[in-house]
């Protein structure tokens, strides 16, 4: 066992006991924003187990989360704002502490692979997982001033 697969079990560990927690306790607005949290702990932790084992598929894992994670709770946003109309979820502190993590785990990730091409799919995955997640959190906040639904 080396160093990065002990900070992916202590991301995976930590993040997946929060986002556990937050899903199967609380109400609606508590487990939507469980639910994006999840999408910013298994990133980075595919991303960390991926350097961990040698395996770039798991990069392309990472990546796919990163689309999909984001999109995946805008929908549920979406769907459920009937039922969010009362009480709004408002996460900003997770979900910059989430961000903020991705963030490490991928300048992490950049500094040991070192400049190249190999280098550039952390840094996408990165961008993605930090502007997704904070688009989704602001879109389950409320969203975006002057945007009317359509």
Same mark, same amino acid.
């Given at each position: /066992?080396?160093?990065?697969? *002990? +900070?992916?079990? *202590? @991301? ?31 990133? &980075? =932790? ?18 796919? /989360? +990163?689309? $999909? =994670? &984001? ?6 946003? !979406? ?5 969010? +109309?009362?009480? !709004? &979820? !408002? +996460? ?12 490490? @785990?991928? #300048? ?10 190999? /280098? *550039?799919? &952390?840094?996408? #995955?990165?961008? $993605?997982? #930090?502007? =997704? ?6 879109? /389950? ?7 009317? !639904? =359509?």
């Amino acid at each position: /066992m080396n160093g990065w697969l *002990v +900070a992916a079990a *202590v @991301v995976l560990g930590g993040g997946g006991a929060a986002a556990l927690w937050g899903v199967a306790t609380g109400p609606l607005p508590r487990r939507l924003v469980a639910q994006n949290l999840t999408t910013s702990v298994v990133c &980075p =932790g595919l991303l960390l187990l991926s350097r961990g084992y040698q395996r770039t598929s798991y990069v392309d894992l990472a990546l796919l /989360m +990163a689309l $999909l =994670g &984001p999109v995946g709770t805008l929908v549920f946003a !979406r769907t459920l704002a009937g039922e969010l +109309a009362g009480e !709004r &979820p !408002r +996460a900003w502190t997770l979900t910059w502490a989430a961000a903020g993590a991705g963030a490490v @785990v991928v #300048i992490a990730l950049c500094v040991a692979t070192g400049p190249g091409r190999a /280098m *550039v799919k &952390p840094l996408v #995955i990165g961008a $993605l997982l #930090i502007g =997704g997640n904070a688009i989704a959190s602001r879109a /389950m906040s409320g969203g975006f001033q002057g945007v009317h !639904r =359509g």
